[in-house]
């Protein structure tokens, strides 16, 4: 399931519980202004033989979802677990696909899948759509990190094999900007984060992310693990940053820095 971050100001740019990606409020209503509530579990005609292993059937899922995209000439980008796997990740995948287009496109995306067979609606969050296939939850997500998905974003996605199908897959930095803006006061699991930091570390531009999510709290720690684990190597101190102690920078993240070198 992938779920809205609730915290934090808006940005230019992961979902189990473990694994989100931000979202937000702001963006077009799907339905077109018409009040719709979350149906139970959709049927999947798809899913009449599923593949027994749920990671094979998340794959599946991806590929099937993304050929039928692909075949109508959508613009579309894979997002979540899968895009990992895609990247070079472990397939140690989530419970469900992830996959992000404009919110102009919303109609035209649910028709093509309804025309397939699939059952598409709208669940009561505005920013993004839902489907089965193979039995498994896909997420058809009109926004990332509070700001709609663009275009521009979706020109930045390179095409990569999912388990011998190509498709656009989330660029390493936009995946990883995902990630990050979601952290907020109640969701701060580091835990799902850290493997894909460590798989995409040579593809991101840190700097690029640091500057989207900038000094908030969570994200702050969370680039103040990453440093100390040597994912990323430490930002340099800001005169502007300097905090309580003259030439630390980075407020209080200085102060624990400055006391570890000087113990």
């Known amino acids: 399931m992938t779920e809205q971050a609730d915290d934090g100001p808006p940005a230019e740019h992961a979902g189990a519980a473990a694994l989100r990606l ?88 649910a028709e093509t899948l309804r025309a397939a067979g699939l059952d598409v609606y709208a669940p009561p969050e505005d920013w993004l759509l839902k489907t089965t296939c193979f039995g498994q939850q896909v997420d058809l997500i009109l926004e990332l990190a509070h700001q709609p998905v663009s275009t521009e974003l979706l020109d930045r996605a390179p095409e990569l094999s999912v388990d011998s199908v190509l498709m656009p897959v989330l660029a390493p930095t936009d995946l990883m900007h995902s990630l990050v803006a979601a952290f907020s006061e109640h969701h701060c699991d580091f835990g799902a984060a850290l493997p894909i930091a460590r798989t995409l570390r040579e593809r991101v531009d840190w700097d690029t992310v640091r500057a989207a999510v900038g ?43 400055r006391k570890e070198r000087t113990s």
């Open 22 to 109: 931000a979202g937000g409020g702001t963006g077009p209503d799907p339905t077109n202004g018409r009040a719709q509530q979350a149906p139970p579990p959709p049927h999947d005609p798809i899913a009449a033989d599923p593949p027994p292993d749920h990671n094979q059937a998340l794959l599946q899922a991806a590929k099937q979802v993304g050929s039928l995209l692909k075949r109508a000439g959508h613009r579309f980008a894979l997002a979540g677990s899968v895009a990992v796997y895609a990247h070079g990740g472990t397939q140690n995948l989530r419970h469900d696909v992830d996959f992000v287009f404009r919110p102009q496109d919303a109609e035209s995306v």
């Open 215 to 257: 000094d908030r709290p969570m994200q702050d720690a969370f680039f103040y693990f990453l440093e100390r684990l040597e994912v990323v190597p430490p930002r340099r101190p800001r005169a502007e940053d300097a905090g309580p102690w003259q030439g630390t920078g980075d407020g209080v993240r200085g102060q624990v820095m």
